[in-house]
């Protein structure tokens, strides 16, 4: 258990310097669209400090293998969210971000809501799912990557109108954690048949990641790019771990806790998280010198 808990942590340092260096290589690139993939793939790749934040990013995900051998679904998301304090750290630090005083607020709630999950597990009672009958992973990931890209449709043409506030990018957060959570119960699912390749390449969980990658890479920097790091990603994170430990538990059957206190505690996180997710603020407050209409968020403009 050592070991999972170790590459979790690893795991969550490479994560937040990958979305803090591929955040500010963004604020250096032109304008990316999801609609004109080609050449967002294009500007990015040319990019050395982007390519950077990537291999950390990749890197992240390799780690992640190794949590989902050794720690229960649940306690790994627990520990992932913890990543979200260097984050905050780092996106103040590099990248000149500030949270206003309601989002701290709601990112502590998160912190807290989660730790409650941390809390209802114990030691030598949780079970190590392995692998999941391939019907009811596509039953469960098929339907949430489709809500997904439309979530973020609608939010791409929400943030079209001309005369909108500014979007915080919570909303672009929660389609990208739905698309990142399919990715993650793939890993998962690629990790209980490893090393066993033909297996591997016999079940869902390949052309899961290939799916999520190529869609989650494109629709992931759009985002970051408008918005900031320092909300948008703990946002995705909170989806992804919600929809991982939930679904992720039931899906490889790990079973819930038999003790009311830590079933309450698991359920009351669950429910918190969520609840704080549909009350965050959906818009930026424009400054006094700025207009209501400001076409995008990129900050700080490097000069």
């Known amino acids: 258990m050592a070991w999972g808990v170790g590459a979790a942590l690893l795991a969550n340092a490479l994560y937040s310097v990958g979305f803090v260096l591929e955040k ?15 050449l967002l793939l294009r500007h990015v790749v040319t990019s050395p400090l982007w390519l950077a934040g990537s291999i950390a990013l990749a890197s992240g995900f390799g780690a992640q293998l190794a949590v989902y051998r050794t720690l229960p679904i649940a306690a790994a998301q627990g520990i992932f969210v913890s990543g979200l304090v260097l984050l905050l750290l780092l996106s103040s630090r590099l990248l000149g971000e500030h ?11 998160i912190l807290a809501a989660l730790l409650m999950v941390v809390l209802s597990l114990r030691q030598g009672s949780e079970t190590i799912g392995g692998d999941a009958p391939a019907p009811l992973i596509l039953t469960v990931c098929l339907p949430s990557l489709g809500a997904g890209l439309y979530l ?4 791409e043409r929400r943030a079209r109108h001309r ?15 739905l698309l990142y ?15 066993d390749i033909p297996r591997l390449f016999a079940s869902p969980y390949p052309y899961l990641l290939l799916c999520t990658g190529a ?7 759009a985002a970051l790019q408008r918005c ?11 989806v992804t771990c919600l929809f ?49 209409t400001k076409p995008r968020e990129l900050l700080p403009h490097e000069p």
């Open 24 to 38: 500010r290589a963004l604020t250096r690139l032109p304008e990316v669209s999801v609609r004109r993939p080609v």
């Open 163 to 177: 005369h909108r506030m500014p979007t915080t990018g919570v909303e672009y957060g929660v389609a990208v954690g």
């Open 181 to 195: 959570g399919v990715s993650s119960l793939a890993i998962k699912g690629a990790s209980g048949v490893l090393p």
């Open 152 to 155: 973020y449709a609608a939010a």
């Open 215 to 221: 869609c989650g890479l494109v629709m992931s920097q």
């Open 244 to 292: 991982t430990a939930v679904l992720g538990t039931l899906a490889f059957g790990e079973s819930l806790p038999h003790e009311p206190v830590r079933l309450a505690l698991r359920v009351t996180g669950t429910v918190l998280a969520v609840a704080v997710l549909l009350l965050m603020p959906k818009h930026d407050t424009p400054q006094p010198d700025e207009p209501a």
């Open 228 to 238: 900031r790091a320092s909300l948008i990603v703990p946002v995705c994170t909170t």
């Open 99 to 109: 949270t206003s005083g309601r989002e701290r607020y709601a990112i502590a709630a």
